[in-house]
Nanobody
């Protein structure tokens, strides 16, 4: 079993930056594809970014491309999401997820089998 704990959320103004962390425990995630998803109030959970187990490949939702950066430190069993130029529409609960099968950089939530409890990000205009 893998436990994921997100941190770093908060209240910021539009244009600000925020860095989220996802610390894994219970098992090494060095062979897992890791992803970030978010869910805004009244909306479905949506894909944000994913990173290959080696960190050598990443993919992003069009809405965050060029503003967000996903990275990982396998030695620390941690994944990060650097969010720049934040917009009010980025307001959501952000979730970290692990895909233990790691066949591809999936954007589909149902392919991820471990989830964190989420960290809330609020961007004011």
């Amino acid at each position: 079993q893998v436990q994921l704990v997100e941190s770093g959320g908060g209240l910021v103004q539009a244009g600000d930056s925020l860095s989220l962390s996802c610390a894994a425990s219970g098992r090494s995630i060095s062979n897992y594809v890791m992803g970030w998803f978010r869910q805004a109030p009244g909306k479905e959970r949506e894909f944000v970014a994913a990173i290959w187990w080696s960190g050598g490949s990443t993919t992003y939702a069009d809405s965050v491309k060029a503003r967000f950066t996903i990275s990982r430190d396998n030695a620390k069993n941690t994944v990060y999401l650097q969010m720049n130029s934040l917009k009010p529409e980025d307001t959501a609960v952000y979730y970290c997820a692990a895909d233990s099968n790691s066949f591809s950089l999936s954007t589909h939530a149902n392919l991820y089998d471990y989830w964190g409890q989420g960290t809330e990000v609020t961007v004011s205009s």
